[in-house]
């Protein structure tokens, strides 16, 4: 069975500040591609940042980066310099290769306080 | 482009009603999917598409129906709403070969 978890419901950051979200994750599939997803009050899901499992260089898209433990299943997101639009819910995903189903995590709902 | 859109945003039955949930998209993708939402409970795939003419079933397909009328839309439908049916829609798409999904606005379905 694949399964993802978010082990935290609900987090708060200063603006500014760095926060780190966690995922872990379970497969048995060699080769697949991470995911995190933000949901913000518009409820749009819009993508943040993607890793594929074979590489072992973590993904960057400017103030969010990825920590990619694949011997660990692990996926953590880190918000770096966090301002009031990061407030979200985020979601954790991957989909197995091959193959077309996504499977999310329970969200972690991210605060950013002024 | 409009990306994927979904008809229509906000609906409220009643126990009983039936009502199909309309997904379109315009980018060519293969692969579509419908999703629901609820609180606590993340993203858990109803159905999917994984090319024109195929669906098969994912997580929570009972109570539930698809079609895939063509390329571009994917339409999900409840024969006989229930109040377990209340929640938020989410149709999205992917480009066969690739691995990122599109999602629609959401539809949010409430089922008195």
């Known amino acids: 069975a694949q399964t993802v978890t978010q082990s935290q419901p609900e987090m708060s950051v200063q603006e500014a500040e760095t926060v780190t979200l966690s995922c872990t994750y379970d497969t048995s599939e060699n080769n697949y591609y991470l995911f995190w997803y933000k949901q913000p009050p518009s409820r749009q899901m819009i993508l943040v940042i993607r890793q594929e499992a074979y590489k072992q260089q973590n993904a960057t898209e400017n103030r969010f980066s990825v920590n990619f433990q694949k011997a660990a299943k692990s996926f953590s997101l880190k918000i770096s310099d966090s301002q009031l639009g990061d407030t979200a819910m985020y979601f954790c995903?991957?989909?197995?290769?091959?193959?077309?189903?996504?499977?999310f995590g329970t969200g972690t709902s991210l605060t950013v306080i002024p | 482009n409009a990306g994927v859109t979904q008809t229509p945003k906000f609906q409220v039955l009643k126990t009983g009603q039936s009502m199909t949930l309309q997904c379109a998209q315009d980018?060519?993708?293969?692969?579509m999917y419908w999703y629901r939402q609820d609180p606590g409970m993340g993203l858990r795939l109803i159905y999917y598409s994984a090319s024109e003419g195929t669906t098969d079933k994912g997580e929570v397909p009972n109570g539930y129906n698809v079609s895939r009328l063509n390329k571009r839309e994917f339409s999900l439908r409840l024969e006989s709403a229930a109040p377990s049916q209340t929640s938020v829609y989410f149709c999205?798409?992917?480009?066969?070969?690739?691995?990122?999904?599109?999602f629609g606005p959401g539809t949010r379905l409430t089922v008195l």
């Open positions: 980018m060519n993708h293969n692969s």
């Open positions: 999205a798409s992917k480009l066969g070969g690739t691995d990122t999904q599109y």
């Open positions: 995903a991957f989909i197995p290769r091959p193959g077309n189903q996504f499977y």
